[in-house]
């Protein structure tokens, strides 16, 4: 076994900054930080309206079109539920034997 000098006169030294230690950053934040404003826009002066941008009346009518157009297809949605088929097969049958499937008491 070699002396443990000869082993450390070996050992090839890396620079301390390479080897630092990173904490899972990689470097100064990669996104706009928090300024406090709504939607990051100042507000405008006293007297004046804020100006659209051109997408923004295009996703209010698809955003609220399409909610609007799927509460109406829910709405008329076809009932396929397996209570409503039973029911509706149980009548058939029933009517096809000649019995009634409404209950009338008797008095």
Known sequence: MPPTSSLRAL???VPRRITGRRFASHG???FNEPSGLLFGEKPP???QKRV???WENI???GMFGSMAMAAVLLYYKPDTSIQTWALREAKERMEA???KYKYEPSS
């Open 11 to 13: 050992q090839v030294r």
């Open 28 to 30: 100064p934040p990669q």
């Open 52 to 54: 659209k941008e051109e």
């Open 59 to 61: 996703w209010y009518v």
């Open 45 to 47: 002066p006293l007297g």
């Open 97 to 99: 034997r000649g019995e």
